[in-house]
């Protein structure tokens, strides 16, 4: 296990939890934050019991607000060329194990992409997503400006893109950037449910489950559905397939093994 600087890493039974943990400057997302997030999810990717990775912002105010702007502002053009943010982004995407981002405070610019790389995202009456980059003279350059409209179409994310609009938890339900509205005080139970629910799947199935939306999304249908027919036979020759099968005959829960 890791020491860490500006995020928190604790692991109970199958769950992680990622804290970005710099609450004085609102979570923000410098590159030691970075770095560390990396390593990170490059640990839990290692660790085969932890099947959910949950991330989430110290503080009580912020899940991320947004890239260090200081260390921005003193990027030269070829920086914008290094994987960087995208490129860490793009590893928490292609994460095998189901990740959740909970976003209980602002989540702005590199803090809402970060959410976005995630596959599910909670919010609580306290959210505030936005991606205000236009207002600096650059654009959202963490995948910003290509998960959002995959995840609420094109003409809602020029929308916010373009006029740098900020919305609530409410609002990111009702157009699909966030998949559970909830509040604050009911959060734990919420969590909970999900969670649940995920750890009743077998480990196997949802990895592959993540493959196939995941690359099927932007390749042609008929080669998105033969990912998806290689996969499901992967799943039939495995132990879990047969465990799987043999508890809903005999109405019972499933003991999965992730063979």
Request: proline share 3%.
């Given at each position: 296990?890791f020491?860490?600087?500006?995020?928190?890493?604790?692991?109970e039974?199958?769950?992680?939890?990622?804290?970005?943990?710099?609450?004085?400057?609102?979570?923000?997302?410098?590159?030691?934050?970075q770095?560390?997030l990396?390593?990170?999810?490059?640990?839990?990717?290692?660790?085969?019991?932890?099947?959910?990775?949950?991330v989430q912002?110290?503080?009580g105010?912020?899940?991320?607000?947004?890239?260090?702007?200081?260390?921005?502002?003193?990027?030269?053009?070829?920086?914008?060329?290094?994987?960087?943010m995208?490129?860490?982004?793009?590893k928490?995407?292609q994460?095998?194990?189901?990740?959740?981002?909970?976003?209980?405070?602002?989540?702005l610019?590199g803090g809402?992409?970060?959410?976005?790389?995630?596959?599910?995202?909670?919010?609580?009456e306290?959210a505030?997503?936005?991606?205000?980059?236009?207002?600096l003279g650059i654009?959202?350059?963490?995948?910003?400006?290509?998960r959002?409209?995959?995840?609420?179409?094109?003409?809602?994310?020029?929308?916010l893109?373009?006029?740098?609009?900020?919305?609530?938890?409410?609002?990111?339900?009702?157009?699909?950037?966030?998949n559970?509205?909830?509040?604050e005080?009911?959060?734990?139970?919420?969590?909970?449910?999900?969670?649940?629910?995920?750890?009743?799947?077998?480990?196997?199935?949802?990895?592959?489950?993540?493959?196939?939306?995941?690359?099927?999304?932007?390749?042609?249908?008929?080669?998105?559905?033969?990912?998806?027919?290689l996969?499901?036979?992967v799943?039939?020759?495995?132990?879990?397939?047969?465990e799987?099968?043999?508890a809903?005959?005999?109405?019972?829960?499933?003991?999965f093994?992730?063979?």
């Amino acid at each position: 296990m890791f020491t860490f600087e500006n995020i928190q890493l604790e692991v109970e039974q199958q769950i992680a939890y990622i804290t970005l943990n710099r609450p004085e400057v609102r979570n923000a997302l410098d590159t030691k934050m970075q770095q560390e997030l990396e390593k990170a999810f490059e640990y839990v990717e290692k660790q085969q019991d932890i099947r959910i990775v949950i991330v989430q912002g110290a503080g009580g105010k912020a899940f991320a607000a947004g890239a260090d702007i200081k260390a921005l502002h003193e990027r030269p053009t070829l920086d914008a060329l290094m994987p960087g943010m995208q490129g860490l982004y793009t590893k928490i995407e292609q994460c095998t194990k189901v990740t959740i981002a909970v976003v209980n405070g602002y989540a702005l610019g590199g803090g809402c992409e970060l959410a976005m790389a995630c596959d599910l995202r909670i919010a609580t009456e306290k959210a505030k997503f936005g991606l205000p980059e236009l207002n600096l003279g650059i654009i959202p350059g963490a995948g910003g400006t290509q998960r959002l409209p995959r995840l609420i179409g094109k003409g809602r994310a020029l929308d916010l893109i373009l006029t740098g609009r900020i919305i609530d938890g409410v609002e990111a339900e009702r157009i699909g950037l966030v998949n559970y509205y909830t509040t604050e005080e009911e959060l734990d139970e919420t969590l909970a449910s999900i969670t649940s629910a995920i750890l009743k799947k077998g480990p196997m199935a949802l990895q592959l489950a993540k493959f196939a939306v995941n690359r099927g999304v932007d390749v042609d249908m008929q080669t998105a559905q033969w990912m998806e027919k290689l996969s499901t036979a992967v799943l039939f020759g495995t132990e879990d397939k047969e465990e799987g099968t043999r508890a809903f005959m005999e109405k019972r829960d499933a003991v999965f093994i992730n063979k």
